[in-house]
């Protein structure tokens, strides 16, 4: 704080009041825009006669100084947590999502040059690091320290674990000297909390084994079926010294201790499927997560193209077939129940019978890198233990040319009669004056998004969000791998949004994998004011690190399941909030952009000012728009709360 | 493993009918697939289908009638989603259906219906066209659930225990 007081002659403690609370928005957005408010006067109460100017929101130079820090090369001697670094460096691991704790890891993991972000919660940078895997495919990770640290993490890892994802957790802090003493704070034991959350998990307890399980990890996390891996790192093993590699087990380059090796798929399966699909009259491909781990998309595409077979997606990321094809069945819902074969490709987490809209007449191929899992909830026709790409590949090379003219009309029919419906929807939504309803936000989005100013391809989304989500994932589309973040996915957590969307921008910043020819970019994230208000905070994070992302959020005053109780008064409060929340200021006060939209006709104007502030100062905003709960409510505000028909645009669940 | 064949002999429609949903759950596509002679010639199916919910059929030999009785319970004559799933049922008899989504009327004739709140989808099957009415009569309750997946999911959290999240 300045010790230079500023004496104006009309300060009074009601007017500091008055400015700190009316004020705080437009202080933050001019210092960000270099004005600060202690230029324009604007200044802060010290003591009874004494001001002074209010410091502007800004990024500390530390950060600037970091960037241009040249990354160090480990090599002996080195620490536990230098060897681990290391290792996460040569294999390719893109980035860091972490808070401060566990402190000599991510210290060492930052110094090797991996691209470190840290936030304000645990949880939301672990979400943050799933989706950043999410959209781009490559390995991140997440870490925290030791007890609350790790298990702020845990809603994060179970959301991963359900979406597949190759997520790397790290915790540790505390001692195994210590243990079971109670000495000192934050002592937990980790592994048995993440059980049933991860594919693989160890507790260090060994200093000369670090590599070895470094091994472990990525064996797992880089083969197969991708889930969550959670290391913990004891001090002992985090600190300990090594002079040479005689001193480490296993310590060896990662071609020899694991392999790019995959399974292929026999000849025998493929004519199988290739038999199946040739009498099929109305095939369609489910390309899901697998393909989007395996780049399989453009084995998929001329399978797809060559076969003439629709494609409708599901999983945990969208984009890995072009919305953009006559093939794409992703917004064509009422056609799904005519499928007569399905194949399913990576479809790791499987629908039971009837979550998908294929009718009980549908055949079932199934491609998958895991035999364990084939014939799970679904039964098939067909099973193929393959890699993704591989498999597709092989089909794609042997299946003759057909064509199905019906069949796409069928599913080109349905595409018009849904988009008819959301068009609907959106005049529906337009005629409701006082508020902004979600088929507004939901169409004039798609319309910003693909069929504006910006290349269609360009932008990434991070889609979350309860009831909002019904509407907006109508509009979403995706026309490249990467573009579209599933949200919350199987798990259905409601707060991961804005976590979320640190992942998907940092991905876009610094252009990793499929994200790299958008590289900069800003991105979107869509949520309600329920999901916002977990992990709101990160618009820091967004602030600091210049994470250019627009988040809207629909703001109804209340969760998503108040409908469920209206029946009951004394319950009923459980489920609102205070009305008119301003988190517009919220983010304005983070050193974010703030839009408030009240009226249907704003909302494109304010999205377009926020992504301009994005795009141009790569700052974070906010776009708050005022809706009205009772826009579930069907028989008043038709078309109400929706549901949602799966695979394709509308699924989250699988 | 397949499901447990129904014991029911009812005469030749009632065996088509029996076999026609036997095919369903040798798939896997029923579970816990029962058929149970009935008085009258009927025959009672239960099967564990959509939403991982028992549904309930019943075929009567000598009408040749093949019901889904109180398929979706708790529905308002009339009401928005009735009017929803009576237009998909009337629909399905029309010439721009895809041939595979079709109902000939001179092989098997839709009806729904509201009766004390119970919404009730029957075929009366004609001929010997027995296979081919349940086809066209499962797709069909797969797709009017679609309406209500997309629609109406209030109705199948309230009724169907779907999940509210």
């Known amino acids: 704080m300045t010790k230079r007081f500023v004496r104006t002659p009309d300060t009074s403690r009601r007017r500091f009041l008055k400015r700190a609370v009316a004020g705080a928005g437009a202080t933050a957005a001019a210092a960000l825009t270099g004005t600060g408010t202690a230029a324009s006067g604007e200044t802060l109460a010290t003591g009874q006669d004494h001001v002074n100017p209010i410091a502007p929101i800004g990024v500390p130079a530390e950060f600037a100084a ?12 080195m620490t536990g947590a230098q060897v681990f670094a290391r290792a996460c460096k040569e294999e390719g691991v893109a980035a860091l999502f972490t808070c401060p704790g566990n402190y000599p890891v991510i210290h060492a993991i930052a110094s090797a040059g991996i691209p470190a972000f840290g936030g304000r919660h645990e949880g939301s940078m672990a979400h943050a690091a799933d989706a950043f895997i999410r959209v781009t495919g490559e390995l991140a990770v997440t870490s925290g320290t030791e007890g609350p640290g790790f298990t702020d993490m845990i809603c994060a890892i179970a959301c991963a674990n359900a979406a597949r994802t190759p997520l790397l957790v790290l915790a540790s802090n505390m001692t195994i000297g210590m243990e079971d003493t109670e000495a000192g704070i934050q002592l937990a034991y980790q592994q048995p909390t993440t059980e049933g959350m991860k594919k693989y998990g160890k507790r260090l307890i060994v200093p000369r084994r670090v590599h070895e ?3 472990y990890a990525f064996r797992q996390l880089r083969s197969g079926v991708p889930r969550p891996v959670h290391l913990d790192f004891p001090a002992e093993v985090a600190s300990a010294t090594f002079k040479s590699a005689t001193e480490l087990d296993y310590f060896h380059d990662k071609s020899r201790y694991r392999t790019e090796s995959r399974p292929h798929p026999s000849s025998k399966d493929i004519a199988a499927a290739l038999d199946l699909l040739r ?5 369609i491909i489910v390309s899901s997560n697998g393909v989007f781990y395996a780049k399989a998309w453009d084995a998929l595409k001329r399978f797809a193209e060559k076969a003439q077979i629709p494609v409708v997606e599901s999983g945990a990321m969208k984009g890995q077939f072009s919305d953009a094809s006559p093939l794409s069945a992703n917004a064509a819902p009422g056609a799904l129940a005519s499928a007569d074969v399905v194949v399913l490709v990576g479809q790791h987490c499987m629908p039971t019978v009837g979550e998908f809209a294929f009718g009980p007449d549908a055949r079932y191929i199934r491609i998958d890198q895991s035999a364990e899992d084939i014939g799970r909830n679904i039964p098939i026709d067909v099973g193929i233990v393959s890699c993704e790409l591989a498999a597709l590949e092989a089909l794609a090379d042997a299946t003759p040319r057909i064509t199905h003219d019906a069949w796409l009309a069928e599913i080109a029919a349905a595409r018009k009669k849904f988009e008819d419906q959301n068009l609907e929807n959106y005049k529906i939504g337009l005629s409701y004056g006082d508020a902004v309803h979600p088929a507004v936000i939901a169409k004039e989005l798609g319309d910003f998004l693909y069929r504006g100013a910006l290349p269609k391809e360009q932008t990434s989304v991070a889609s979350g969000g309860f009831g909002i989500a019904r509407y907006v994932r109508r509009e979403l589309r995706g026309f490249r791998p990467g573009q579209v973040m599933n949200g919350a996915y199987q798990y259905g957590a409601i707060g991961p949004d804005v976590g979320y969307a640190v992942g998907v921008a940092a991905a876009v910043q610094l252009g990793v994998g499929p994200q790299a020819a958008y590289k900069g970019h800003p991105v979107i994230c869509t949520t309600g004011d329920a999901g916002f208000g977990y992990t709101c905070m990160e618009i820091d994070t967004m602030g600091k690190y210049k994470l250019p992302v627009v988040v809207i959020v629909y703001n109804n005053n209340a969760w998503g399941t108040w409908t469920g109780a209206t029946q009951d008064p004394r319950a009923l409060p459980i489920h609102l909030f205070q009305e008119n929340l301003r988190y517009d200021k919220l983010a304005e006060a983070l050193g974010g952009h703030g839009e408030y939209v009240t009226r249907p006709a704003a909302f494109r104007p304010a999205l377009e000012r926020a992504y301009q502030v994005a795009a141009r100062e790569g700052r974070p905003a906010v776009i708050n728009c005022q809706g009205k709960k009772e826009f579930w409510d069907r028989a008043k505000f038709p078309p109400g709360s929706l549901g949602k028909i799966e695979p394709g645009v509308m699924s989250y669940y699988h | 493993m397949a ?31 029962r058929a149970v002679p009935a008085a009258r010639g009927c025959v009672e199916y239960e099967f564990v289908w959509l939403l991982g919910r028992t549904m309930r059929a019943t075929f009567d030999t000598a009408r040749g009638v093949l019901a889904f009785p109180a398929l979706f319970p708790g529905v308002e004559p009339r009401s928005p989603m009735a009017r929803a799933l009576d237009a998909l049922v009337h629909t399905r008899t029309d010439r ?4 595979h989504k079709r109902v000939d009327a001179r092989r098997a004739r839709l009806s729904s219906a509201v009766s004390k709140g119970d919404w009730s989808l029957t075929v009366h099957v004609r001929g010997a066209n027995h296979d081919y009415a349940v086809q066209r009569a499962l797709n069909l309750v797969n797709e009017l659930f679609l309406i209500l997946h997309e629609s109406y999911p209030e109705y199948l959290i309230e009724r169907f225990g779907l999940s509210p999240e």
Request: no cysteine; hydrophobic share 35%.
């Open chain 1, 66 to 77: 970091s960037a241009s820090a040249d990354p160090k090369t480990f090599d002996f001697p």
């Open chain 1, 213 to 215: 399980y470094a091994g």
């Open chain 1, 279 to 283: 009498k099929a009259e109305r095939p």
């Open chain 2, 3 to 33: 499901a447990k064949r129904g014991t029911a002999t009812t005469g030749g429609a009632g065996e088509a009918v029996t076999a026609a949903l036997q095919a369903y759950a040798d798939r896997g596509v029923f579970r816990g697939f």
């Open chain 2, 96 to 99: 721009g259906q895809p041939a």
